[in-house]
């Protein structure tokens, strides 16, 4: 039988939009519209496998319902310009996938809608329609069901004959009835005033139609509905007739033209590969087709290695399928270079006297992608990678930090070179991915490592007419290979002490619970909302701060903003740190312990942040929260692997405000570095224009919030939230600042114009961060953009400092030979294990390299402390 599927075009990109954060391809064309368009249509043709289908769009603003009522819809907001721009590529994506799509003058989209799907009933077909708008409701009969999205695009609310019933009570073509009486304020259709939708259905149960219940007035009770309902007669009757969806459009599209045509995978390919779209692609039907417009290639596939199969230089793809890599699972190995492609499985590589030869032989260039993930998995079978001078990662990265996926297909995508496909199509999604046969997977790694191979050369041209290539070679690079040490080495831990801290915590909570349940009254769970609410806002009379649909918010800034109205609030914020600390960060530890090295092998994520931070995942070493005592002494599990070494801490003194100050050239700020003075008490004297004696702590305070809020984009509601003050108090201490350092606010001012004339900002070594929405015309996007201009340069800047200072600290170990170890990278601190004979040298080395990296006009300062635990190094 012949299944009709229609959507309303305009209303699914409208909900797309909104429900997607604005995302935007590397050309900064918008995209998320298109993207959550296109998920809902390739669920749609999945789910109903329709015969026939079309998209109907809104062809203009006004239609023939306008002669009728001048104001129809005239309340709604234009159409955002980040929406309207991408509705063309809406209609190309329909083009690509050859399905139709039409609209008509004077018409909606919802005319066209009703026509088609009374002519497919007609024809005896059954019809389904996807909208995000109530009115198309009407439509439904035993034929036809109307899909209503209800979160985002793909959650769907399914509507028949019988589920109208249930909901309304009333039957589909009641519904402009409905509308009649009660109006829609989203398309400005006035109703009757006072009646709402409870009102209009009791009515319509009794009366059945608006007609009915304008000739029965005299028999409905209550004297102020009659009057309204007789004020408003010609209104009740007009916004029926705006409802009405009109079923007989003369369409130039006839429904036997509309078929489902098979589309060409190769262009709905290149088209998702623009609009980066990665995630897409093994969603298209037939996606093995892709292999099919892949270019062709030749390799072997070989279980015994030679020495003229390791060439220099080579492609090196080591590929290991886990997000925690810290073991032995390698699924296979490819090396391509000028005279050869191949590849090895796991065995034959780590047996052969040849490959480990040639992979720790540091004079034998290699290219890789992520080269800290294979030099990791290669240790594990005793292998030292060495001699790697490009990743295609840590290039991509650099090149454009903002991009979605930095996968080698994604890279070799945007360099229009189509030589491999996706993990997904190969692999299979999440909990489906599993390892394919030999021959799918040696072709995949082969193409993997010649994709890798051949792009070397663009990526590198990129980098350098981005006059990044120097923060390639001299930082990056290097660095990727100290972050694979690191990783190998791990943080030993002391399960015990670890152990022990966890019991201390659980009697805190339960001197905490106990605690909370005197000041309560009453025993509940003190870890539902639901239950806390009423104990807090009605037993014990707190003012509601805020509600939700469940009840009483209990979150943290709720509770931070009643701390000092009851003595439990403390109480309870200190319980749910506390437990955080028990679930978190001590059973997640003790989980993540590995079992052969009783050691934590942390994950640094060197190309994910736009700032060009460090992250830590797997588990992150670097939020371990300190405030908190408790917090604080977590860090005493964490000790040397060597006996009688200690851990020793080297810590940037406010290097982002030392960055700020050396950016902005601002002589006020650089004079507190320069002589040596608490910046923060020196911001006091100059906001406040008092002495240095006569600095409060609260002026010291103040100052301090917003020293570091310039740092992070400073907003006036920010500090208010931050110093517990009205905004115009907070925005009158900013203008302030911004007037004892002038310096600071034309910095401000000439970055923000700087990022809207390139589209981007940089750091003082070339790192580059892109902001197409400096130019939005909606005030939040362009407002945070601004902002992100303004903190870029500084928070970019500080993290290649710590970065540059890895790889400063790194070379002076190895020159002088010692035997200390960088462990951990913490924001701007550093973390090594040294044994007791080198803890001078490492006191004075680590200091001075540090405090040397990077010449600023004031001077960095390194604060260094060394103990048994890393707790005590602090």
Same mark, same amino acid.
Request: glycine share 4%.
């Given at each position: 039988?012949?299944?009709?599927?229609?959507?309303?075009?305009?209303?699914?990109?409208?909900?797309?939009?909104?429900?997607?954060?604005?995302?935007?391809?590397?050309?900064?064309?918008?995209?998320?519209?298109?993207?959550?368009?296109?998920?809902?249509?390739?669920?749609?043709?999945?789910?109903?496998?329709?015969?026939?289908?079309?998209?109907?769009?809104?062809?203009?603003?006004?239609?023939?319902?306008?002669?009728?009522?001048?104001?129809?819809?005239?309340?709604?907001?234009?159409?955002?310009?980040?929406?309207?721009?991408?509705?063309?590529?809406?209609?190309?994506?329909?083009?690509?996938?050859?399905?139709?799509?039409?609209?008509?003058?004077?018409?909606?989209?919802?005319?066209?809608?009703?026509?088609?799907?009374?002519?497919?009933?007609?024809?005896?077909?059954?019809?389904?329609?996807?909208?995000?708008?109530?009115?198309?409701?009407?439509?439904?009969?035993?034929?036809?069901?109307?899909?209503?999205?209800?979160?985002?695009?793909?959650?769907?609310?399914?509507?028949?004959?019988?589920?109208?019933?249930?909901?309304?009570?009333?039957?589909?073509?009641?519904?402009?009835?409905?509308?009649?009486?009660?109006?829609?304020?989203?398309?400005?259709?006035?109703?009757?005033?006072?009646?709402?939708?409870?009102?209009?259905?009791?009515?319509?149960?009794?009366?059945?139609?608006?007609?009915?219940?304008?000739?029965?007035?005299?028999?409905?009770?209550?004297?102020?509905?009659?009057?309204?309902?007789?004020?408003?007669?010609?209104?009740?009757?007009?916004?029926?007739?705006?409802?009405?969806?009109?079923?007989?459009?003369?369409?130039?599209?006839?429904?036997?033209?509309?078929?489902?045509?098979?589309?060409?995978?190769?262009?709905?390919?290149?088209?998702?590969?623009?609009?980066?779209?990665?995630?897409?692609?093994?969603?298209?039907?037939?996606?093995?087709?892709?292999?099919?417009?892949?270019?062709?290639?030749?390799?072997?596939?070989?279980?015994?290695?030679?020495e003229d199969m390791l060439k220099s230089p080579s492609a090196l793809m080591v590929e290991v399928p886990h997000e925690n890599y810290h073991h032995a699972d390698i699924w296979g190995i490819s090396v391509v270079h000028e005279d050869g492609r191949y590849y090895f499985p796991l065995e034959a590589a780590v047996k052969s006297d040849a490959f480990r030869k040639w992979a720790q032989d540091a004079s034998k260039e290699k290219y890789t992608f992520d080269t800290k993930r294979a030099m990791v998995a290669l240790g594990w079978h005793g292998i030292t990678l060495k001699g790697v001078t490009h990743d295609a990662l840590i290039a991509s990265y650099l090149i454009d930090p903002s991009v979605s996926s930095h996968s080698v297909t994604d890279i070799a995508s945007r360099q229009q070179k189509n030589i491999v496909h996706s993990d997904e199509a190969v692999y299979g999604k999440g909990a489906k991915q599993k390892k394919p046969e030999d021959p799918d997977l040696a072709e995949h790694l082969v193409r993997k490592g010649e994709a890798v191979f051949t792009l070397k050369p663009r990526?590198?041209?990129?980098?350098?007419?981005?006059?990044?290539?120097?923060?390639?070679?001299?930082?990056?690079?290097?660095?990727?290979?100290?972050?694979?040490?690191? !990783?190998?080495? *791990?943080?030993?831990?002391?399960?015990?002490?670890?152990?022990?801290? &966890?019991?201390? #915590?659980? =009697? /805190? %909570? @339960?001197?905490?619970?106990?605690?909370?349940? !005197?000041?309560? *009254?009453?025993?509940?769970?003190?870890?539902?909302?639901?239950?806390? &609410?009423?104990? #807090?806002? =009605? /037993? %014990? @009379?707190?003012?509601?701060?805020?509600?939700?649909?469940?009840?009483?918010?209990?979150?943290?800034?709720?509770?931070?903003?009643?701390?000092?109205?009851?003595?439990?609030?403390?109480?309870?914020?200190?319980?749910?740190?506390?437990?955080?600390?028990?679930?978190?960060?001590?059973?997640?530890?003790?989980?993540?312990?590995?079992?052969?090295?009783?050691?934590?092998?942390?994950?640094?994520?060197?190309?994910?942040?736009?700032?060009?931070?460090?992250?830590?995942?797997?588990?992150?070493?670097?939020?371990?929260?300190?405030?908190?005592?408790?917090?604080?002494?977590?860090?005493?599990?964490?000790?040397?692997?060597?006996?009688?070494?200690?851990?020793?801490?080297?810590?940037?003194?406010?290097?982002?405000?030392?960055?700020?100050?050396?950016?902005?050239?601002?002589?006020?700020?650089?004079?507190?570095?320069?002589?040596?003075?608490?910046?923060?008490?020196?911001?006091?004297?100059?906001?406040?224009?008092?002495?240095?004696?006569?600095?409060?702590?609260?002026?010291?305070?103040?100052?301090?919030?917003?020293?570091?809020?310039?740092?992070?984009?400073?907003?006036?509601?920010?500090?208010?939230?931050?110093?517990?003050?009205?905004?115009?108090?907070?925005?009158?201490?900013?203008?302030?600042?911004?007037?004892?350092?002038?310096?600071?606010?034309?910095?401000?001012?000439?970055?923000?114009?700087?990022?809207?004339?390139?589209?981007?900002?940089?750091?003082?070594?070339?790192?580059?961060?892109?902001?197409?929405?400096?130019?939005?015309?909606?005030?939040?996007?362009?407002?945070?953009?601004?902002?992100?201009?303004?903190?870029?340069?500084?928070?970019?800047?500080?993290?290649?400092?710590?970065?540059?200072?890895?790889?400063?600290?790194?070379?002076?170990?190895?020159?002088?030979?010692?035997?200390?170890?960088?462990?951990?990278?913490?924001?701007?601190?550093?973390?090594?294990?040294?044994?007791?004979?080198?803890?001078?040298?490492?006191?004075?080395?680590?200091?001075?390299?540090?405090?040397?990296?990077?010449?600023?006009?004031?001077?960095?300062?390194?604060?260094?402390?060394?103990?048994?635990?890393?707790?005590?190094?602090?």
């Open positions: 039988m012949s299944k009709l599927v229609l959507i309303d075009g305009n209303s699914i990109a409208y909900r797309a939009f909104f429900a997607l954060p604005l995302l935007n391809n590397q050309k900064g064309v918008y995209t998320n519209a298109v993207y959550g368009f296109t998920t809902m249509l390739l669920k749609v043709l999945e789910e109903e496998d329709p015969s026939h289908i079309l998209v109907a769009f809104d062809a203009g603003k006004t239609t023939f319902r306008h002669e009728t009522f001048d104001e129809y819809k005239s309340g709604r907001q234009k159409t955002p310009s980040e929406l309207s721009e991408q509705l063309p590529l809406i209609r190309e994506t329909l083009d690509a996938f050859q399905i139709s799509h039409t609209e008509l003058a004077n018409y909606e989209a919802d005319d066209i809608i009703g026509t088609l799907s009374k002519q497919a009933e007609a024809e005896g077909w059954d019809v389904r329609v996807y909208t995000g708008d109530k009115d198309l409701l009407q439509l439904v009969s035993d034929k036809t069901t109307v899909a209503l999205t209800k979160k985002g695009v793909t959650n769907i609310e399914s509507y028949d004959v019988a589920a109208i019933d249930e909901k309304y009570g009333i039957k589909p073509a009641q519904i402009v009835d409905m509308k009649g009486l009660m109006g829609d304020s989203s398309d400005n259709i006035p109703g009757v005033p006072g009646i709402g939708e409870k009102t209009a259905l009791k009515l319509l149960k009794e009366y059945d139609s608006v007609e009915n219940v304008l000739d029965s007035i005299e028999h409905i009770s209550g004297k102020k509905m009659k009057e309204r309902l007789t004020e408003h007669k010609k209104q009740a009757l007009m916004s029926k007739e705006l409802a009405v969806i009109y079923r007989d459009v003369p369409l130039q599209v006839a429904i036997e033209e509309i078929k489902r045509r098979s589309y060409d995978t190769k262009q709905l390919s290149e088209l998702f590969k623009e609009l980066e779209f990665q995630s897409l692609l093994g969603s298209i039907d037939g996606a093995e087709n892709e292999k099919e417009s892949l270019e062709d290639i030749s390799f072997e596939a070989v279980d015994t290695l030679s990526l590198e041209e990129e980098l350098k007419n981005n006059e990044q290539f120097q923060l390639f070679t001299e930082l990056e690079m290097p660095l990727t290979l100290i972050l694979g040490e690191m !990783e190998t080495t *791990g943080v030993k831990v002391d399960k015990q002490q670890l152990e022990k801290i &966890g019991t201390e #915590l659980d =009697e /805190k %909570l @339960d001197q905490l619970q106990s605690d909370i349940y !005197e000041l309560a *009254g009453t025993e509940f769970n003190i870890n539902s909302p639901k239950q806390l &609410g009423p104990i #807090l806002f =009605e /037993k %014990l @009379d707190l003012p509601v701060i805020k509600k939700t649909k469940t009840g009483y918010s209990t979150s943290a800034d709720v509770l931070e903003k009643l701390e000092d109205k009851h003595d439990i609030i403390p109480k309870l914020l200190l319980y749910r740190q506390v437990s955080k600390l028990k679930s978190t960060y001590i059973e997640g530890l003790l989980k993540v312990i590995h079992p052969d090295t009783n050691k934590i092998h942390t994950m640094f994520n060197q190309a994910i942040t736009q700032t060009g931070r460090l992250s830590s995942t797997e588990p992150n070493l670097q939020n371990i929260p300190i405030r908190l005592e408790e917090g604080r002494r977590i860090r005493k599990a964490f000790i040397s692997a060597e006996p009688g070494w200690s851990i020793l801490a080297a810590d940037y003194s406010q290097i982002e405000l030392r960055v700020l100050a050396h950016i902005a050239k601002d002589e006020g700020l650089m004079e507190a570095f320069q002589k040596n003075m608490d910046v923060h008490t020196k911001t006091a004297m100059d906001v406040f224009h008092v002495d240095e004696d006569d600095v409060t702590s609260n002026m010291r305070r103040t100052a301090k919030a917003v020293n570091f809020g310039i740092v992070y984009g400073i907003s006036d509601y920010g500090l208010s939230q931050s110093l517990g003050i009205t905004r115009k108090e907070a925005q009158e201490f900013i203008d302030r600042y911004l007037a004892s350092y002038p310096n600071v606010k034309e910095y401000m001012d000439d970055i923000k114009e700087e990022a809207r004339e390139k589209g981007y900002v940089t750091t003082l070594l070339n790192r580059r961060r892109y902001l197409p929405e400096i130019t939005s015309k909606n005030f939040n996007r362009r407002s945070f953009a601004e902002r992100t201009a303004m903190n870029t340069p500084i928070q970019g800047t500080a993290a290649d400092i710590i970065k540059q200072a890895m790889v400063d600290v790194n070379e002076a170990l190895n020159n002088q030979n010692l035997h200390s170890r960088l462990l951990l990278q913490v924001h701007d601190e550093l973390i090594f294990e040294v044994p007791e004979e080198e803890i001078d040298t490492m006191k004075e080395l680590v200091s001075s390299v540090m405090e040397k990296t990077m010449q600023l006009d004031v001077p960095l300062e390194v604060e260094v402390s060394y103990g048994p635990t890393w707790y005590d190094a602090k």
